[in-house]
C-alpha cells in the first residue's frame, strides 16, 4: 500500500481541482462571468480508511460579483463584508482550448491575496466557476 505525505495529498488535491476546472467544459463567453453570487469553495483532501484520500471542499465565504466590474467579499457564517474591490474581463478566443478568458483582479481582498487573476469557465455540472487559488474555486449559486 502507498503512504502519501500530506504535501503529496494537497498537490495531488490541487491538480485534481485543476483538471477538473480545465476540462470541466472549454465555454467561451465574449461577456465574461455571469454577474451573481459565487461561493467561494476551499478544497482538501480528508483522510479516509489507511490510504485512501477524499476530496471535500468547505465554504467560508462567498463573493458578489458585479457586472459593472466591481465585488464584494463577505464572511458566510456572519455576513459582514470583508472586503471590496474592482476586477476586469479579458474574453478568451474562440474556439481555441485553454483561451476562456481571464478575469483580473484590480483592487480588493483578491488582489491583495496575490490572485492576479483567474479562468472563467462553465463546471460539468453547468455551474459558472472562477478558478481563484491552488485550493480555491467560486461558484455562481443557482
Known sequence: MLNFSPLSRLLACALTICA????????????GPP???YNIRLYAP???????A?????????????????YEV???????????GTYTYEP??????????????KSGLNYEMGRGGSY????????YCLFIGV?????LEQ
Open 20 to 31: 477538473v476546472v480545465q476540462t470541466a467544459g472549454q465555454a467561451h463567453a465574449a461577456d
Open 35 to 37: 454577474a451573481g453570487l
Open 120 to 127: 472563467f469557465l462553465k463546471c460539468t455540472d453547468g455551474q
Open 74 to 84: 463577505y464572511e458566510k457564517a456572519t455576513k459582514a463584508l470583508r472586503s471590496r
Open 135 to 139: 485550493n480555491a474555486v467560486a461558484v
Open 92 to 105: 478568451g478566443k474562440e474556439g481555441v482550448a485553454g483561451s476562456e478568458g481571464r478575469v483580473r483582479w
Open 46 to 52: 480528508t483522510r479516509v480508511g489507511d490510504n485512501a
Open 54 to 70: 477524499r476530496i471535500n471542499y468547505s465554504i467560508t465565504s462567498y463573493m458578489i460579483l458585479r457586472a459593472d466590474g466591481n
